[in-house]
Structure formats: C-alpha cells, structure tokens
C-alpha cells in the first residue's frame, strides 16, 4: 500500500506558475513509475505527466508539453509538477498515482494507488 499527498494547488492568473507537490512517505517510493493526471468539472480524468523510477524520462501531455515539468527526488519520497504559463483549460483538480501495471504510462488503468487530489484555478 501507497499512501499519496497532494499539495501545492491554489488560485493563480493565466501566466503564472505554480509547483504542486506528491508526497509518499515509504522506502517504495522510489521503485514507482509516477505520474500526475488531471480532471476538470464534467471530464474525465486525463493525463498529463509521468516520470520514470529513476527520473531520467519523462512523458508528457502534448497539451502541457515545453509549459510543465515533472521530477522527483527519492530521497525525500515526493515528486512534483512545475507549472508555467498557465492557462484557464488548466483549470482542474491534479492527482499524482504510482504505477504498477506498467505501460502505457497515460492510461489511469495503470496505476493502483492515487492521492486525493489537489485543486488548480487559473483565472482570465
């Protein structure tokens, strides 16, 4: 069992950045592929960024791709999401999950331990 906290969500204008952070207490930590999904109000849940064990690669949602960094530090068990350039259709609740099942790292079906969630709100 995984146990993950979310934080770092909040309210920002179109431009800013934020920094969201996943926090997973435990020795495991470093033996997961990770990644950050996203779900706006009435869509499903998407997904926009996963990081290897290691860290040495990286995957991207076309849409936040060259805007959005995800990294992770092992030993403090906490990954996390740089966001750049924010946009309203950022606008959503971020999840970070540990993947178990292996690729493709998109598919939410892949990971078996997710947090409850951090709110974004990007303003116009």
């Known amino acids: 069992q995984v146990q993950l906290v979310e934080s770092g969500g909040g309210l920002v204008q179109a431009g800013g950045s934020l920094r969201l952070s996943c926090a997973a207490p435990?020795?495991?930590?470093?033996?997961?592929?990770m990644g950050w999904f996203r779900q706006a109000p009435g869509k499903e849940r998407i997904f926009v960024a996963a990081?290897?064990?290691?860290?040495?690669?990286?995957y991207y949602a076309d849409s936040v791709k060259g805007r959005f960094t995800i990294s992770r530090d092992n030993a403090k068990s906490t990954m996390y999401l740089q966001m750049n350039s924010l946009k309203p259709e950022d606008t959503a609740v971020y999840y970070c999950?540990?993947?178990?099942?292996?690729?493709?790292?998109?598919?939410?079906?892949?990971?078996?331990?997710w947090g409850q969630g951090t709110q974004v709100t990007v303003s116009s």
């Open positions: 435990g020795r495991t930590f470093s033996s997961y592929v």
């Open positions: 990081i290897s064990w290691s860290g040495q690669n990286t």
């Open positions: 999950a540990a993947n178990i099942y292996g690729r493709p790292y998109s598919r939410s079906e892949t990971y078996a331990y």
